[in-house]
Nanobody, 124 residues
Framework: QVQLVESGGGLVQAGGSLRLSCAASGRTGSSHTMGWFRQAPGKEREFVAAISWSGGRTYYADSVKGRFTISRDNAKNTVYLQMNSLKPDDTGVYYC?????????????????WGQGTQVTVSS
């Protein structure tokens, strides 16, 4: 089993910053990729960023490139998402996810375990 717990969400003004954390426990050593997804009301869950657990290779959605940075601390079994220059369109519930089998880094269906989500609200 893999357990994921997100934290760090909140309310910020446009142009502000937040750092999300995802604490992982369980079979993290078997995880291929850790990803961040977000979902706004009336929309499907969309890919934000991902990082390979061992090698640290990163992937980003075009909408967040240059503004968001994903990183990991293997010793702490924690993945981070630093979000800068936030926009109202970034508003949503952000989920941390673990892909154990390497099914795909940008598709939600490829991930096996999910956190409970943390709300990010960006006001204009």
């Amino acid at each position: 089993q893999v357990q994921l717990v997100e934290s760090g969400g909140g309310l910020v003004q446009a142009g502000g910053s937040l750092r999300l954390s995802c604490a992982a426990s369980g079979r993290t050593g078997s995880s291929h990729t850790m990803g961040w997804f977000r979902q706004a009301p009336g929309k499907e869950r969309e890919f934000v960023a991902a990082i390979s657990w061992s090698g640290g290779r990163t992937y980003y959605a075009d909408s967040v490139k240059g503004r968001f940075t994903i990183s990991r601390d293997n010793a702490k079994n924690t993945v981070y998402l630093q979000m800068n220059s936030l926009k109202p369109d970034d508003t949503g519930v952000y989920y941390c996810a673990s892909d154990l089998l390497g099914a795909g880094v940008q598709s939600a269906r490829g991930y096996d375990y999910w956190g409970q989500g943390t709300q990010v609200t960006v006001s204009s």
